[in-house]
């Protein structure tokens, strides 16, 4: 409970408005079948049974019970405690909201990268606050660039307009990088008349959605601001998944198997498939589980050789003798420390990687010709074409609970917090919590391990 308390606290703009009035009974969850005589006493007659979320609701973020430090590996945080026990808040609609929905404009934001449902999401927030009895609803176009730049005007959103948004991939609202300050943008939001803001985004977007939340309390601005993490290399901490990860790894998949076919039908073929992830190898070992199909899998998490006895390459000649092909499948993020250092950034400050991919299909080429025997190497590099996909049907349903949830959080009075998928519950968390650092793969961890039983590659160290 301690840790709870210092924790999950998720900000309440109650320190700043206490009105609160009912929820519309649109989000009432009405009880289906009546209550039994064996319940009477302390279960709710059918006019108390509302459904509605107890903010004092909680859900536990880790399930698993560990006899021993060491069967709990590296998931185990504190070595001496074998119950590993965290409660977060759960999600959903309040009883008591703190906005009235006449008095609300609401705005959607979209930044960073594309990201399979980002249109899901935009369409479940627009549906949600109109079914709140919310009129004013705005997409903010190219992201935080929208805040600023005087040619860009606002995009007047409601169900019309986003009713078959999700039946493709992008954004409706468009995306970008880069951008106004935090203080621009929170003088646009009070010139416009927003307070309620939704940020779409992966961790720089969340930390500008945190400043935004904190500049607004500062100016004592009556503004939700409430985020949904979207990062297609599923790197955010302590959520299940991420929405478009699913798509993403299915999508790889189909690459993979392009890449398998190529390599197989080929005089010593090898494929090369270069996926997601600058720093989180999820979507490469997702998709090498998924798959089936890949000999060596390389993300940023596990460091490998590529030279001598022991490095890649040496069994990938192995692969080439014994099984005449074979495919690879490297994280955007791998084998960085080969590469040449660059001091190159993007408009949002990030580093901007080498091509790893590029760089082992030239080592192959040369060792192969080394040692005189001949190899056939295709380089398959998806990336665009997964991120600008429609999400499949698993991500479509993360997408419409997250969206929902989002209305829920800023109208229960959240702001500062962002919706996520925790041991399949769906909660809310503050947002430094889940931005602090990317999620990485636990070279230690279980599916790591599957995913090596699975490629039977080596250690490569
Ligand atoms: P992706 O997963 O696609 O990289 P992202 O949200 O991390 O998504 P970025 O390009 O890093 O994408 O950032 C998106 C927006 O957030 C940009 O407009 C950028 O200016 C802003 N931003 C990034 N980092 C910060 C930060 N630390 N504080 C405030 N704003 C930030
Ligand atoms: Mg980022």
């Known amino acids: 409970q301690e840790d709870f308390e210092t924790r999950f606290n998720i900000p309440h703009i109650t320190d700043i408005f206490h009105d609160a009035v009912p929820i519309p009974s649109t989000f009432c969850l009405k009880m289906r079948t009546p209550v039994t005589e064996d319940f009477a006493g302390g279960y709710p007659s059918d006019e108390e049974w509302h459904g509605y979320i107890n903010k004092n609701d909680r859900v536990l973020l880790k399930v698993i019970h560990y006899s021993s430090p060491t069967s709990a590996g590296a998931e185990c945080i504190d070595p001496d405690c074998s119950w590993v026990e965290q409660w977060v808040h759960r999600a959903g609609p309040r009883e008591k909201i703190y906005f009235r929905p006449e008095e609300v404009k609401a705005a959607i934001v979209t930044c960073g990268g594309l990201c399979p449902g ?7 927030i627009v549906i949600t606050l109109e079914i709140y009895g919310v009129k004013k609803i705005v997409g903010i176009p190219f992201g935080y660039r929208g805040f600023s730049d005087k040619e860009l005007t606002e995009m007047p959103l409601s169900r019309k307009v986003v009713q078959n948004v999700h039946l493709s991939g992008g954004s409706l609202l468009g995306v970008s990088r880069g951008g106004p300050g935090i203080s ?43 985020g949904v993490p979207k990062t297609i290399d599923n790197d955010i901490l302590l959520m299940d998944k991420t929405f478009g990860f699913d798509t993403a790894v299915e999508e790889a998949q189909r690459a993979i198997n392009s890449a398998y076919i190529e390599a197989h039908s080929a005089y010593h073929g090898v494929g090369i498939v270069k996926l997601m992830g600058r720093s989180s190898g999820y979507i490469a070992m997702h998709a090498s589980l998924a798959s089936g199909q890949i000999d060596i899998c390389l993300i940023p998490e596990v460091s490998f050789n590529l030279h001598g006895p022991h490095g890649v390459l040496s069994h990938l000649k192995y692969l080439i003798e014994t099984k005449g092909s074979a495919v690879i499948c490297v994280a955007e993020g791998a084998g960085q420390n080969f590469l040449q250092k660059t001091n190159a950034k993007d408009a949002s400050g990030n580093i901007v990687f080498g091509d790893f991919g590029v760089h082992i299909q030239q080592e192959i080429r040369k060792c192969f010709k080394e040692i005189g025997v001949p190899v056939d190497v295709k380089y398959i590099d998806p990336t665009y074409m997964i991120r600008a996909c429609r999400a499949n049907a698993s991500d479509g349903i993360l997408c419409t609970v997250l969206g929902q949830n989002a209305v829920h959080g800023a109208f229960a009075g959240y702001s500062g917090i962002t919706v996520g998928i925790c041991n399949t519950h769906y909660v809310y968390l503050p947002i430094p919590e889940v931005i602090s650092y990317p999620r990485l793969v636990d ?3 279980r599916m790591w391990h599957r995913c090596l039983t699975s490629t039977g590659q080596p250690d490569f160290i």
């Open 443 to 445: 070279p230690n961890s």
């Open 118 to 124: 980002l249109n899901d999401v935009i369409r479940q």
């Open 184 to 226: 621009e943008i929170v003088d646009s939001l009070e010139e416009r008349g927003i307070n309620m803001l939704f940020v779409l985004g992966g961790n720089g977007t969340h930390a500008g959605a945190n400043a935004i939340h904190n500049e607004c309390r500062k100016r004592r601005m009556r503004v939700a601001v409430v």
